[in-house]
């Protein structure tokens, strides 16, 4: 059967799938809800946004050096299953840390808050991102798009975590996160059982396509092991060539103003006041941030696969420039503008966690897939990790409006870049550097779109 007509994603790749949605979602529950709900419970907006900005450049940095050693990684799954259960332990203690008392019960909830936004950067949005492009290296962009929606879905019961977390206006932090919990273990448990690091070691095929035996798969998967070894994308290679920088800010600016926004949208939908009720109130806008985040980010994952990820982003982009013009011609006489300019960045939240994956996966070889997006996913990850720390300072410094104006400065930033972007460029310098290392040449790049 040829490999464009194969549907579905087969029993195991569905379970990645469902690994890795948990592990989104372990994302949001430990490193955004605090940071959006408990903040003025646990030392103020400003000092918890700090420590999610430190957190997450530490987690950076250890992502780079781990980059650094992904070619002898023997084992990515292992990993990532480690990362899973240090963030459980985290959450765990994010939970029963009395983290309102002021003093040494205080500082180590805010220990553990950074320890855990750490350690799920480590978990999803790296080490099991990785697996999805060895598992999928040519349907990661739908792959992704079913994934990401744990987060629209996560962001949506924000509400229904407030009123469980303060129900009769007392906090109940431990019942409040419990089923998150749950959810994580039942994810990490499917991961550790069912998912090994390539589907050739269960007689499964990359992108579910048996077009080949068994043996040949085999094969394959072990050629393509021994060869990431010798891959000839090292970080300085990576980091010098321009078109990786025009594909990895653009992805960066997404990540930064989905993220960044969404962690404030108690405190920008309190701008609006009673001009909220004809949208049923802020539960009813989070409801169709949520409705629309899924929905963008399984389309905008569709035409990752169908369009390419260059003009899947570029779409983004768009929109993204839209809800900035939206959100800074708004005012709480103006309500409807607001919500428009929320949903069309919700349009884009789940996908923006898509593109790191993809654009390494769509413009560079599987054996180079994983050295690049060790670097694609740190950087586009430390310009995100400013992202709430600068929109709450411009929300408290500005107003909210001005959030907006610099989505829309940033999205027409990232339109040029991305129109910049070569796929033929990226090819020419992979010739360049196999050369070199006396590798073969072929046209394994030619027609990326």
């Not at 390539?198 to 396509?209: S, W």
């Not at 594909?247 to 609006?272: E, K, R, Y």
């Not at 990790?385 to 027409?412: D, E, K, Q």
């Amino acid at each position: 059967m040829e490999q464009n007509k194969r549907i579905g994603y087969g029993l195991r790749g569905w379970l990645l799938i469902i690994w890795i949605a948990t592990a989104f979602l372990a994302y949001m529950v430990v490193g955004n809800y605090p940071l959006n709900i408990l903040s003025d419970l646990y030392g103020g907006q400003q000092t918890l946004s700090t420590i999610y900005t430190t957190a997450s450049v530490v987690g950076i940095i250890i992502q780079l050096f781990a980059g650094s050693r992904i070619g002898k990684m023997k084992s990515v799954k292992k990993f990532g299953c480690l990362m899973g259960i240090l963030s459980i332990v985290a959450l765990l203690c994010i939970m029963f840390i009395p983290g309102m008392i002021p003093g040494p019960t205080q500082m180590a909830w805010r220990a553990a808050y950074a320890i855990g936004t750490v350690l799920t950067v480590m978990y999803g949005t790296f080490a099991l991102s990785i697996l999805v492009g060895q598992w999928f290296p040519t349907k990661k962009g739908a792959v992704m798009g079913i994934a990401t929606l744990a987060f629209p879905l996560g962001n949506g019961v924000i509400g229904a975590f407030a009123a469980a977390a303060f129900k009769d206006g007392t906090p109940h932090i431990p019942q409040a996160f419990m089923p998150f919990l749950i959810i994580m273990i039942v994810g990490l448990v499917i991961g550790i059982a069912m998912v090994p690091d390539y589907p050739e070691e269960v007689g499964a095929f990359r992108d579910n396509n048996p077009n080949m035996t068994p043996e040949m798969a085999r094969a394959m998967m072990e050629e393509e092991i021994e060869n990431k070894k010798t891959t000839v994308w090292k970080l300085n290679h990576t980091l010098t060539t321009r078109d990786f920088w025009f594909l990895t800010i653009p992805a960066g600016f997404l990540l930064m103003l989905s993220v960044g926004t969404m962690t404030q949208t108690n405190q920008i939908l309190g701008q609006m006041g009673e001009g909220l009720n004809k949208f049923g109130g802020f539960a009813g806008v989070m409801v169709m941030i949520m409705v629309f985040g899924l929905i963008g980010s399984f389309v905008l994952g569709l035409l990752d696969q169908k369009l390419g990820t260059k003009k899947s982003m570029i779409i983004a982009c768009v929109i993204m420039a839209i809800a900035g013009l939206l959100g800074t011609i708004s005012s709480p006489e103006r309500p409807g503008l607001l919500v428009a300019a929320l949903i069309c960045l919700a349009l884009f939240m789940g996908a923006s966690s898509n593109y790191t994956v993809s654009l390494a996966a769509q413009y560079w070889r599987r054996e180079d897939f994983s050295t690049v997006f060790a670097a694609v996913n740190p950087i586009a990850n430390i310009i995100n990790s400013f992202g709430p720390m600068i929109v709450a300072i411009v929300m408290i410094a500005l107003g909210y409006n001005r959030i907006f104006t610099m989505s829309l400065i940033l999205g027409i930033i990232s339109i040029i870049l991305l129109i910049l972007a070569s796929p033929a460029h990226i090819k020419a310098k992979d010739d360049e550097y196999r050369k070199a290392a006396g590798k073969p040449l072929d046209d394994a790049l030619v027609g990326r779109k």
